[in-house]
């Protein structure tokens, strides 16, 4: 019982975002990030997406990264441009990594 409703509460938490933004922001990705990240996010003026390197950093923390930018760096803040419910849904496909459209 407990599980079923961690699992729920994580769903309506979470929602995806719709098919038309899923896209839009897979092309961002591909584009506005892969400027720096590099078009297949192995790296390039900024350090690489890929699951490898993101493994042990925590969800939020790079949440924020997206959302505020960092201080002091390149990385720029995207939250003109998408809400933490699309950053977390970034920060998930780059984890698993399909961010093809
Ligand atoms: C103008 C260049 C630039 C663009 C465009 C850019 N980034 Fe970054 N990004 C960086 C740099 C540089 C860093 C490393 C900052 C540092 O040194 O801590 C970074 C760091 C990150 C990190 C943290 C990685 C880690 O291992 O800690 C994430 C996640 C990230 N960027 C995602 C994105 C996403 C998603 C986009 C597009 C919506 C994006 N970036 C666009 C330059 C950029």
Do not use: Y
Request: net charge neutral; hydrophobic share 40%; charged share 20%.
């Amino acid at each position: 019982m407990l599980v079923i409703t961690a699992v729920l509460a994580k769903t309506s938490l979470a929602g995806e975002p719709s098919p038309e933004r899923q896209s839009a922001l897979r092309n961002m990705l591909n584009h506005d990030c892969g400027a720096c990240h590099g078009l297949t996010l192995k790296g390039g003026l900024g350090p690489a997406l890929l699951p490898e390197a993101l493994a042990g950093k925590p969800d939020d923390f790079l949440i924020s990264t997206i959302l505020n930018g960092r201080e002091g760096t390149a990385m720029p803040p995207w939250q003109p441009f998408m809400n933490r419910n699309e950053a977390a849904w970034l920060v998930e496909i780059l984890r698993k990594s399909e961010t093809k459209p």
